[in-house]
C-alpha cells in the first residue's frame, strides 16, 4: 500500500523536513528549508543525485536577474508569466504561474550567492515562445552538471542526504497528516524516518507505461527519454491521502532525438533557420510551434523519423552544447558539400530536397511564404556544406501532477490545503496547461526550482 493509516506510529529517527528526491526540486526544497535552520533529510533512490535534472539540458528560464540586466535585456516577472500563458492558452493556474516567475529570478541569484551555483544568461538565440532572453545555466550547460553542483552546496549547507534509498510508504495519521516515511535499501533491509513535514520531489510518471497509456494514450508508443525512476509514486501517495491530480495528460515531448544513438539534439537548429524533413524529403510541420509538440509530428511521418538538415553555421552552434557533441563523436551527424550528396548520405530523394531547401531560402529571403506558417526571416538561408541528423520524438516527461497551490502546498478536491504535504517539479502540476502544446521550454526546471524553493521554506516553518 502507498498509504499506511497509523494513529500511534513512532520513529527513532525524526527530521522536521523529509524530502523525497534529490533532482533539482528536492536539493533546492532541502537547501532552502536548511537556510530556515531545520534539519532536513533527503532521499534518493539513485546511488547518486540524478532524477529528470541529470537528463535535461539544465536550462532554467528566469525574468528580471541580474545576468539579464547586465547584458541589456529588461525582463520582467509579468512579461514571463505573460509568455507561459500564451502557450498554455490560459489552462494553467494563474496563480501558480506567476509565483514561480516571480520566485525563480531571485531563487537563482541566492543559490549563485548563497550557495556558490554560478549561472549565466544562454545568449544568441531564443527558444520557441519566449519574447526575450531568459535561459541561464552553469557553465557546462548541463542538466547533469546542475544537479551536482546543487548537491555540493547542499552538502556543505548539512543537509543529510540518504542514496539508494527507495521511498515506497508513506505513514499517515488518520487527520491525513503524514507521519513519516518507509524506505528499502540495496540489500532489501527497510528503514523509516518520522517527519513533521514532507516535501515530494520525485517527479512525475513518464517511467511509468501503464500510467502513460491510461492518461496520455497517443504518446504511449513513443520512446522514453526521462529518469526511469519516474514512476508516479508522489502521484499515487498524493491521491490516497485526498490529493487532487490536475492536468494529468499534459507532457514534454522533443521531436529531435538522434536515433539510434538516443541523444538530444538542441532545438536551436530550428529556431535559427534548421528545418525538418520526412523520409520523402519534405518539411511537414512548422519547426517554431515548439518542440513539444513537434514530437508527435515526428512520429506521424514515415518510420516515426525525420531528418535535422541546417548548414555550417549551426553545426557550429550545435558544437556549443555537449549533447551535441556526444552526438558528433557518436557518428549521428551527416556532413555533404551539397544537396544531392546530402540527399544520397541519408537516402532521401534529392529533387524533393532541392526543392524544399530552396524554397526555405526563398522564405528566408522574403520572396515566398511558407504554406507551414513559419517566418524564416530571422536567419539567413541555409548554406553550403549541409549538414543532418536523422531524429525521432520522445516523451521526455510528464506535466500533470498533483494540485498545488502558490506557495507549493499540496491541495485536495476543493482546494483545501493537505495538513504538512508540500510538492514540486515533476510530482506537482505543471504550469502547462492540460496539453503537449502548452509546454514552453525551460517550464520543467522553472517549476522544479522555483516550487521547491516554496516548498522547503513553506515545510520549514
Partial sequence: MPVVRDEGADFAARFPVVVVGAGACGLVAALAARERGVDVLVLERDALPSGSTAMSSGFV??????????????????????????KNNGEADAAVVASACATIGPALEWLADAHGVPFELVEGFLYPGHGLTRMHAVPERTGEALVRRLAQASAAAGVTLVTSATVDTLVARTDGRVAGVRYARPDGTTDEAGCEALVLACSGFGGNADLVRE????????????????RGDALAWGLALGAAARDLGAYQGHGSLATPHGVLITWALMMEGGIQVNARGERFANEHAGYSEQCLEVLSQPGAVAWDVYDARLHE???????????????????????????????????ALQRTLMHAAACARGEADDALGRDFRNAPPLAPPYYAVKVTGALFHTQGG???????????????????????????RGLSGAHAWGYLSGNGLLSAIALGRLAGRGAAT
Wanted: hydrophobic fraction near 50%; include cysteine; charged fraction near 15%.
Fill in 61 to 86: 528560464p528566469a525574468a528580471g536577474t541580474r545576468w539579464q540586466r547586465a547584458a541589456g535585456v529588461d525582463d520582467s516577472p509579468a512579461a514571463m508569466a505573460a509568455d507561459i500563458a500564451r
Fill in 215 to 230: 492518461h496520455i494514450p497517443q504518446i504511449a508508443g513513443a520512446p522514453y527519454f526521462g529518469h526511469a525512476g519516474n
Fill in 317 to 351: 552552434l550545435g558544437r556549443g552544447f555537449p549533447d551535441y557533441r556526444a552526438a558528433e563523436a557518436a557518428g549521428a551527424i551527416r556532413r555533404a558539400g551539397d544537396i544531392a550528396g546530402l540527399a544520397a548520405a541519408c537516402g532521401l530523394p534529392a529533387d
Fill in 402 to 428: 498533483l494540485a498545488v497551490d502558490a506557495n507549493a502546498r499540496v491541495l485536495d478536491g476543493v482546494g483545501r490545503a493537505l495538513p504538512n504535504l508540500w510538492a514540486g517539479g515533476g510530482a506537482a
